[in-house]
């Protein structure tokens, strides 16, 4: 996981950088109230949300999910010695419960011979950056669970399905935070909530960053 640790924040940086041109908003850096709420074994409980397919800025590399890597005109080059295995990188805008725009996110999944492995790199510039982590997600596994849904590629596809991408078992950590975020310990449960698929391969729902954080000791 270090390696996707560092692959994600440089990403991250690339996509911010990328998403300047096309996201207008991103030099406002507007600070609206924490969605957050307490929880009864401490900390405080934020979710983080993605709406698709609107909040999709970029993503590549098509070996990892041929349904989620869709070439954009602001898709991020990726270095050579990169390409050489399996690959997922993904941008999106990020909402707050509220379904306010506050940030950008970089979604990086990769797999070497240590195992598998995501990180979301979340920046809300007017709170400051996070860092998610977690073990384990199968290649393709969204692709895998639609199909067993009825999805076929191809042709169009509707209905509701949930997938949980992080560890049952205790589900993705807080690595790392800045700013508002820094020094805090914490979990996540990333969920996709689908509802369609359109021939072009294009998804409809939203991701949900489920996180619940508290000070580090």
Same mark, same amino acid.
């Given at each position: ?13 690339? @996509? ?7 996201? *207008? ?25 993605? /709406?698709? *397919? ?8 098509? &070996? ?20 050489? /295995? ?10 707050? &419960? ?15 011979? /240590?195992?598998? @492995? ?16 977690? *073990?384990?997600?199968?290649? &393709? ?30 589900? @993705? ?22 509802? @369609? ?21």
């Amino acid at each position: 996981m270090r390696t996707a640790f560092f692959i994600a924040v440089l990403l991250g940086f690339s @996509g911010v950088l990328a998403a300047a041109h096309f996201v *207008p908003w991103m030099g406002q850096h507007t600070r609206l109230p924490s969605q957050t709420e307490v929880v009864a074994s401490g900390g405080r409980a934020e979710q983080f949300l993605i /709406r698709l *397919p609107v909040d999709r800025i970029a993503a590549t590399g098509a &070996a990892a999910s041929p349904l989620r890597a869709v070439q954009s005109a602001a898709s991020v080059a990726l270095p050579p010695e990169l390409t050489a /295995r399996p690959l997922l990188v993904e941008h999106f805008k990020v909402r707050d &419960a509220a379904g306010n725009v506050i940030g950008l996110a970089a979604r990086h999944w990769s797999s070497d011979g /240590r195992g598998m @492995g995501t990180a979301w790199s979340v920046l809300i510039p007017s709170r400051g950056a996070l860092l998610l982590t977690a *073990p384990g997600e199968a290649k &393709a596994a969204l692709d895998s669970a639609l199909q067993k849904a009825g999805y076929h590629p191809g042709s169009a596809w509707s209905g509701t399905l949930a997938v949980e991408l992080t560890p049952r078992n205790g589900g @993705g950590e807080l690595a790392a935070g800045s700013d508002e975020f820094e020094k805090l310990d914490g979990d996540y449960k990333e969920i996709w909530n689908l509802t @369609g698929v359109s021939e072009t391969g294009e998804l409809r729902g939203t991701i949900e960053l489920d996180t619940v954080t508290r000070r580090g000791s």
